[in-house]
């Protein structure tokens, strides 16, 4: 008499959470087809829409959230024939069948926790909802499925786990690109490379983005290779609204961005020609501190002492107040707020020949995109 409340009990838990995934995924799946941004989750650096737009958010070039809607289908779909008033033999089918999927689930879930706590270095909260929903539906079906087809849930997620792994999604063409906007004028912003070079690129990026340090040091890496061929203009861009208009949000590891992307003009505005040492230096100061947000007051302190190495402390304090900055951030705000790739905002963008590419992990077709973007750029002998 007493296991019947309880398995009642346990199916409609089941359900609910099955539901709740259900609608978390056919939300998120909703987003990515297309292409809007995720609401409340902080952008760019570290939150939803960075998880979201990264290679890890695809399987076989299909959104991971489309294979979350159907496994909650299943299981929902299982769970008409899991209660107690179905024949034995249809309860225990049943829950196999919501194991077997639980187990694929329920890995797949810890699998993208741990890409997102170690690779992407961020979390999006919706994301982690839905793999909360997976897991608590693989303990509760674990506990009442027998017998060894749910084991065989184990080989799925491996596979899923092995085709993210060895087969990398399509690296975007130059023709991909939107063209958005004109060529960014050397001499009015900070640049890398030789401001009088025949090619100009740029780069919007927020220091306390991960994905935009990588960024960073392609575009380095592709100012030195092309020597005296390709200038970067450098587009300092907080994901903060307090200094960014564009943004809606901000995440976590952006609480000082908007300090340092002042910090980094005022540099510019002070020792232009020291700018490009003191970028180099700042974005890898930056990577020492994967949780800014953590020790704020420390982490802006050794960014300004880095600062001061190149650049007099009151010159410095004087061009915190000039007014230009102020300028020149609503300016990159406006560029964030309209360089959208597959219509989606971000950071960090590339803006190659007008047209606005996401940030690559790939620095051999990061050149050869350069050299689809301006015909006749080759490196320096």
């Known amino acids: 008499m007493d296991a019947t409340p309880r398995r009642d009990r346990a199916l409609l838990v089941l359900r609910a959470?099955?539901?709740?995934?259900?609608?978390?995924?056919?939300?998120?799946?909703?987003l990515v087809i297309t292409g809007q941004t995720v609401p409340g989750c902080g952008?760019?650096?570290?939150?939803?829409?960075?998880?979201l737009g990264s290679r890890w958010s695809q399987v076989l070039g299909l959104p991971v959230s489309a294979f979350a809607v159907g496994a909650y289908l299943v299981v929902l779909a299982a769970s008409i024939h899991a209660g107690p008033s179905r024949p034995e033999r249809h309860r225990d089918g049943a829950w196999r069948i919501i194991a077997?999927?639980?187990?694929?689930?329920?890995?797949?879930?810890?699998?993208?926790?741990?890409?997102?706590?170690?690779?992407?270095?961020?979390?999006?909260?919706?994301?982690m909802a839905a793999h909360a929903c997976s897991l608590v539906i693989a303990?509760?079906?674990?506990?009442?499925?027998?017998?060894k087809l749910p084991l065989f849930g184990t080989l799925p997620a491996l596979g899923m786990i092995a085709l993210q792994l060895l087969v990398a999604p399509p690296a975007p063409s130059f023709e991909d690109g939107g063209v958005i906007f004109d060529n960014f004028d050397p001499a009015a912003a900070p640049t890398l490379g030789d401001p009088d070079a025949p090619h100009v690129m740029a780069l919007l990026f927020d220091y306390n983005c991960a994905f935009c340090r990588d960024a960073h040091r392609m575009v380095a890496d592709a100012v030195e290779h092309y020597d005296g061929r390709l200038a970067a203009v450098m587009l300092p861009?907080?994901?903060?609204?307090?200094?960014?208009?564009?943004?809606?949000?901000?995440?976590?590891?952006?609480?000082?961005?908007?300090?340092?992307?002042?910090?980094?003009?005022?540099?510019w505005l002070t020792e232009p020609a020291q700018f490009a040492v003191f970028d180099r230096e700042l974005v890898e100061h930056a990577e020492?501190?994967?949780?800014?947000?953590?020790?704020?007051?420390?982490?802006?302190?050794?960014?300004?002492?880095?600062?001061?190495?190149?650049?007099d402390a009151e010159q410095l304090d004087t061009a915190l107040t000039d007014p230009r900055?102020?300028?020149?951030?609503?300016?990159?705000?406006?560029?964030y707020e309209n360089a959208e790739f597959n219509g989606r905002r971000a950071v960090p963008r590339l803006i190659l020949a007008g047209r606005v590419l996401p940030g690559l992990a790939d620095r051999q077709t990061f050149f050869e995109l350069l050299e689809q973007a301006y015909p006749g750029l080759v490196p320096a002998p």
Not at 325 to 335: A, F, K, R
């Open 325 to 335: 900055i102020d300028e020149t951030l609503q300016t990159n705000g406006w560029v």
């Open 288 to 311: 020492h501190f994967p949780d800014p947000s953590g020790m704020p007051a420390r982490y802006l302190d050794e960014a300004r002492a880095i600062a001061e190495r190149y650049a």
């Open 43 to 51: 952008e760019g650096a570290g939150g939803c829409n960075a998880v």
């Open 17 to 30: 959470i099955a539901l709740c995934g259900l609608a978390i995924a056919a939300y998120l799946m909703y």
């Open 237 to 267: 861009t907080a994901l903060d609204p307090a200094c960014n208009p564009g943004a809606r949000s901000a995440g976590p590891h952006s609480k000082t961005s908007c300090e340092l992307a002042r910090l980094a003009l005022a540099v």
């Open 139 to 147: 303990v509760l079906a674990l506990r009442r499925a027998s017998g």
């Open 100 to 127: 077997f999927v639980g187990i694929v689930a329920g890995l797949s879930a810890l699998w993208f926790i741990a890409l997102q706590l170690f690779v992407l270095r961020g979390f999006c909260t919706y994301c």
